[in-house]
C-alpha cells in the first residue's frame, strides 16, 4: 500500500479502540428529524463535532503517539495539520511530555491555530508556513529529515487511520443497521479508517465520500483509480483540502463505492441548517456529507442512513458571516 507501515485491517481498529477508551468520547450518533424529512429515509448525525478538541483528528492523533519508540519520543515528532490533526498531536505531546513540531498552512484558522498553542504548551512549536497545505507537509517532512525528528503524517499512517476507524465501529455500536454512510474525504485517513469498520461489521453497507469543488482530486481520481493532479481553489473545508496519496486511493477502492462533490454554497447552507435545526457548530469539512443530503447529490432511496460531521473548529468571524441574515 505505498508508504503505508501495513494495510490497516478491523482487528487494529478495535486495537485502537481499546487505546481510546477512557482517553477520546464516545460522541453521540442521534436521529436527525429535519434531515430525515427532507431525504425521505432515516437519517442519523454522528456527532464528532463534540469530540474532544472539536473534531475526529484526536482518535488518530492519540493512538499514533502511543506507539512511538522511547528512542522516537527521544527525538520528537514533526507534523503538519490543516489544524484538527495538529491539536491531537500537542494534546498528546503535552500528556507524554514529547516535543511536537507542528506546520500548518496559511490558511489555518486562527482559532485552530490557538488551540495548537494552548494545548501543546511548552511542548509544541507552531511554523506557519506561507503556503498551502501540500507545502507545509514538504516543509514539515523537510524539518523532520534535517532535524532526526519522526514525522507524522496527518492521513497516510496505518495506525492513524485505525485510531480513526475508532469513530466508525461507534457508529455501528450505536445504530447496527446503517446502510449509507457519508464520510467526508479529506486525505483519505478518516475515510478508509470509517470503511474499515463499516464493512467489517456490515458488509452490505454503502459508503461515500464527499468533498468540495474547490478541492476534488478524490472526484477526478476515482474513476481511473490513479491519482491526478488538481487546480486547489480557496474553500470553507478547509479542513479537506490538497493532495491525496496513491496508497489511500487505492484503500479506497476495496470498500468505498464512490465520491461526492459539493459547492461551496452547499457547504455554507449545510452549516447554517445544521446550526438553525440542530443547535450545533460545525465547521466546513465537517459540513459536507449534509451540504450533499441538502443538495439531492446523496440519494439515500429509504436507506438508513448515517451523515459523519467530523469537527466543529470554525472560526467566530466565518460563523458570523455565513450565519447573517441577506439583504
Known amino acids: ?10 482487528k487494529d481498529v478495535v486495537r485502537a479502540c481499546r487505546f481510546l477508551r477512557g482517553r477520546v468520547r464516545h460522541t453521540p450518533t442521534e436521529y436527525s428529524y429535519a434531515l430525515s424529512d427532507i431525504a425521505g429515509a432515516p437519517v442519523y448525525v454522528k456527532w464528532e463535532n463534540r469530540q474532544l478538541c472539536g ?3 484526536i482518535r488518530g492523533a492519540l493512538y499514533r503517539m502511543s506507539v512511538l519508540s522511547e528512542e522516537e519520543r527521544a527525538r520528537g515528532v ?10 491531537g498531536v500537542a494534546l498528546a505531546a503535552q500528556e507524554m511530555k514529547v516535543k511536537a513540531t507542528v506546520f500548518v498552512p496559511r490558511t489555518c484558522p486562527e482559532t485552530k491555530k490557538q488551540a495548537i498553542r494552548r494545548l501543546g504548551g511548552e511542548w509544541v512549536s507552531l511554523v506557519v508556513a506561507d503556503g498551502d497545505f501540500d507545502f ?3 516543509e514539515a517532512i523537510r524539518f523532520a529529515k534535517e532535524t532526526g525528528g519522526t514525522y507524522i503524517s496527518s492521513f497516510e499512517d496505518s495506525c492513524l487511520i485505525a485510531g480513526q476507524g475508532t469513530a466508525g465501529l461507534e457508529i455501528f455500536m450505536d445504530e447496527p443497521d446503517i446502510e449509507y454512510l457519508l464520510v467526508p474525504a479529506g ?3 478518516l475515510l478508509n479508517g470509517i470503511a474499515i469498520s463499516a464493512k467489517a461489521v456490515n458488509p452490505d453497507v454503502e459508503i461515500f465520500g464527499v468533498q468540495s469543488v474547490a478541492s ?18 480557496d474553500t470553507l473545508a478547509d479542513g479537506l483540502a490538497g493532495a491525496i496519496p496513491q496508497s489511500l486511493l487505492s484503500l479506497a477502492k476495496k470498500r468505498v463505492s464512490g465520491i461526492y462533490e459539493v459547492t461551496e454554497d452547499d457547504i455554507r447552507r449545510a452549516i447554517a441548517f445544521v446550526h438553525a435545526e440542530h443547535r450545533q457548530v460545525i465547521e ?7 451540504a450533499a443530503l441538502l443538495a439531492g447529490k446523496a440519494k439515500p432511496n429509504g ?19 455565513i450565519l447573517a441574515p441577506g439583504p
Open 1 to 10: 500500500m505505498g508508504a503505508l507501515a501495513f494495510e490497516p485491517a478491523f
Open 55 to 57: 473534531a475526529f483528528k
Open 78 to 87: 514533526v507534523t503538519c495539520s490543516s489544524g484538527n490533526h495538529g491539536q
Open 136 to 138: 507545509a507537509d514538504q
Open 187 to 189: 486525505g483519505g485517513g
Open 216 to 233: 476534488n482530486p478524490w472526484v477526478v481520481s476515482w474513476e481511473g483509480g490513479v491519482v491526478k493532479t488538481v487546480e486547489y481553489l
Open 284 to 290: 466546513g469539512a465537517g459540513a459536507v456529507g449534509v
Open 303 to 321: 436507506r438508513k442512513t448515517c451523515v459523519f460531521v467530523s469537527g466543529g473548529n470554525i472560526d467566530n468571524t466565518r460563523l458570523r458571516e
